[in-house]
């Protein structure tokens, strides 16, 4: 299976790459947030849990990484989403992050990608700012 994430070569961890890359996914995140791109920022942070997700998906079944053509996906059907909750449960992380951190789950499950297709402008600073410090905590726990 292709991997979703970068690799490089002599590593030892395959999700080595994504993980030096977080920190600038969440600068740009806040970068996002800053300049008043609320939608871009909670957009950025959405995507960047369900990569982690599915990095975790990944090394738990340690998978050399997450399926992305639709011929892998044949047989792993229910893995083919970008629902937060569905992840959470297939990483095996569920009653770990909704028990410890079920306020920051909340702000971060309700992102859904076509909410890139929204008017700009719908999102929120405060709504922003919440779910920026939300995955980035989260991002740590997954």
């Given at each position: 299976?292709p991997?979703?994430?970068?690799?490089?070569?002599?590593?030892?961890?395959p999700?080595?790459?994504?993980?030096?890359?977080r920190?600038?996914?969440?600068?740009?995140?806040?970068?996002?947030?800053?300049?008043?791109?609320?939608?871009?920022?909670?957009?950025?942070?959405?995507?960047?849990?369900?990569?982690?997700?599915?990095?975790?998906?990944c090394?738990?079944?340690?998978?050399?990484?997450?399926?992305?053509?639709n011929?892998?996906?044949?047989?792993?059907?229910?893995?083919?989403?970008?629902?937060?909750?569905?992840?959470?449960?297939?990483?095996?992380?569920?009653?770990?992050?909704?028990?410890?951190?079920?306020?920051?789950?909340?702000?971060?499950?309700?992102?859904?990608?076509?909410?890139?297709?929204?008017?700009?402008?719908?999102?929120?600073?405060d709504?922003?700012?919440?779910m920026?410090?939300?995955?980035?905590?989260?991002v740590k726990?997954?």
């Amino acid at each position: 299976m292709p991997l979703i994430v970068a690799k490089r070569k002599e590593q030892n961890d395959p999700n080595e790459r994504y993980y030096e890359d977080r920190p600038s996914t969440a600068q740009r995140c806040r970068h996002s947030s800053i300049i008043g791109r609320y939608d871009g920022a909670i957009y950025l942070c959405g995507y960047g849990i369900e990569l982690a997700l599915k990095t975790r998906i990944c090394q738990t079944l340690k998978w050399p990484g997450y399926p992305s053509t639709n011929s892998e996906f044949e047989q792993y059907r229910s893995f083919k989403t970008h629902d937060l909750d569905v992840l959470l449960h297939l990483a095996g992380r569920e009653q770990r992050i909704k028990t410890n951190f079920l306020a920051e789950w909340s702000a971060v499950a309700q992102w859904n990608p076509a909410a890139r297709y929204l008017p700009i402008g719908t999102a929120k600073k405060d709504d922003a700012h919440l779910m920026i410090s939300a995955a980035k905590n989260l991002v740590k726990k997954i």
